[in-house]
Every structure is written in C-alpha cells, then in structure tokens.
C-alpha cells in the first residue's frame, strides 16, 4: 500500500513535495515489513493430521471402539474408548498413525 501511495504522490504532488512524500511512504513500507516479518517469524504451520487435534466432530458410524467421523469436512477412521453411537459430538485428543483418538462430548 506504501508502495503505491508513493508512486501516487510522485505523480500528483509539485517538486519537492513529492520526492519527501514519497520518501516517507518508502519509510512507512519498510516498517510494514519489519513489523509484519517479526510478527509471523517462529510461527510455524500446523498441517495435516495434526492440525484436528481438539477439533469437533460427529459420529458417521458407531464407535464401539473403532468406527467413523467426520472433522473439518473430512471422514476418518477414529477409535472412541468410551464408545460414541452415530450423530454423537466428538472431540478429536489425538492421533495414532491415520486413526484419530476421540473423546465424547456431553
């Protein structure tokens, strides 16, 4: 945005206004990127499986132990020890290989 606030003022501002203005916009946009590459630096992505953890879910075939759920819009295989009956709300406490380990929600 700084960047083409100081093409902008270049064009419409009178000589010296412009060449200080765009000055200050090239400024601006150089603390927008310091400030935004400290704010997302450490931050890593959480992807894949284990990215559902303490996601909800709905039971598509009983649990009793292992059975079906959908989390997120996708279908997995899932192992409830308590046992969950279909339309039951689960929530996702871990992984073992592509199996989520679910817990019952009251």
Same mark, same amino acid.
């Given at each position: ?18 060449l ?9 946009f150089?603390? *927008? ?5 400290? @704010? !997302? +630096?450490?931050? &890593? ?36 020890? *308590? ?5 039951? @709300? !689960? +929530?996702?406490? &871990? ?12």
């Open positions: 945005m700084f960047l083409i606030a100081a093409l902008a003022v270049l064009l419409i501002l009178n000589s010296p206004w412009n200080i203005a765009a000055a200050a916009c090239i400024v601006g150089a603390g *927008e990127v310091v400030f935004w590459n400290m @704010k !997302v +630096r450490g931050h &890593g992505k959480q992807v894949g499986a284990e990215a559902l953890i303490n996601a909800e879910g709905t039971v598509l075939t009983p649990c009793h132990p292992l059975g079906q759920v959908s989390v997120v819009g996708e279908r997995w295989e899932a192992r409830c020890a *308590e046992g969950a009956d279909t339309g039951d @709300k !689960v +929530r996702v406490a &871990g992984i073992e290989g592509l199996t989520l380990v679910v817990t019952k929600q009251d």
